[in-house]
């Protein structure tokens, strides 16, 4: 499966260079999920990289996920960075490049604050007032929710949560930020929440490298200027807090560039 989706991955940059009259890429820098630096795996997914952009191994460099992340927010040893994606890690890469970690057990476990948290309570909301009612629920939070469905039978709402996973229950994100822009009540105490549940991500972070600013990043984070200021509202007072200035995917653009330069060190 990873080497069918580095080869698909592969094809589709080689494509994308044709169409835009350029040539294909020099080197790559690469985040994969859960990797272990050096390990195994590590060393396999940089041998089939290579292969598949037809480049030598020293031009390809492969990370964990988060390392690059962190990237997109921070220099190594500046702050921790709190992302949002399925599920809900924060992280601290030190100076010297060791990664921190806290939290990222997966949405079944632990992802309060991630897209798969904050879409499950915002179905767990409308449905609970379908049982109130004897009816499906209405309101801006129901009717963002049932547009992005395109269903508003219970029922039809659970095969549809079933058949698509835990990542199509994150994607209902956009329909939560519509409903909590539009004032509905039940949204808005779900970013509150969301960004409390960040924070204490953040705050188990600081409780081992000490304090330092704190980044937001990730597909959840596109609830946009509500959960930040419900993050900064659950932060301690002073706290710095900024959005990630890059996605990982230009990150990595950025740092492959670096990685081939001669004179500069490794990014970590």
Do not use: C, K
Request: charged content about 20%.
């Amino acid at each position: 499966r990873a080497e069918a989706r580095i080869e698909a991955l592969a094809r589709a940059v080689r494509d994308a260079a044709r169409e835009a009259g350029l040539m294909g890429p020099s080197s790559v820098f690469a985040g994969v999920h859960d990797l272990v630096a050096d390990g195994p795996g590590a060393r396999a997914a940089r041998r089939r990289t290579a292969e598949a952009f037809g480049l030598p191994e020293a031009a390809v460099r492969v990370v964990h996920d988060m390392r690059l992340a962190y990237r997109s927010a921070f220099e190594p040893g500046e702050g921790l960075l709190v992302y949002t994606g399925t599920g809900a890690i924060a992280v601290h890469v030190r100076a010297d490049g060791e990664l921190v970690r806290a939290g990222g057990h997966g949405p079944w476990i632990d992802g309060a604050g991630g897209g798969f948290w904050i879409g499950s309570r915002a179905l767990r909301s409308v449905l609970r007032r379908a049982d109130r009612w004897g009816r499906p629920a209405t309101g801006p939070l129901a009717e963002a929710l049932h547009a992005a469905i395109g269903a508003h039978d219970p029922v039809e709402i659970r095969t549809w949560a079933e058949r698509g996973g835990t990542r199509a229950v994150a994607d209902l994100v956009p329909a939560v930020r519509r409903a909590a822009s539009a004032g509905d009540p039940d949204a808005n105490a779900i970013v509150t929440r969301a960004g409390a549940e960040l924070a204490r991500l953040a705050d188990a972070l600081t409780v081992r490298v000490g304090p330092l600013p704190v980044g937001l990043a990730g597909g959840a984070s596109g609830l946009g200027p509500p959960l930040r200021r419900a993050l900064v509202a659950a932060l301690p007072p002073g706290t710095q807090v900024r959005m990630a200035e890059r996605t990982p995917v230009e990150t990595a653009a950025v740092l492959a560039s670096r990685a081939l330069t001669p004179r500069s060190p490794a990014p970590a």
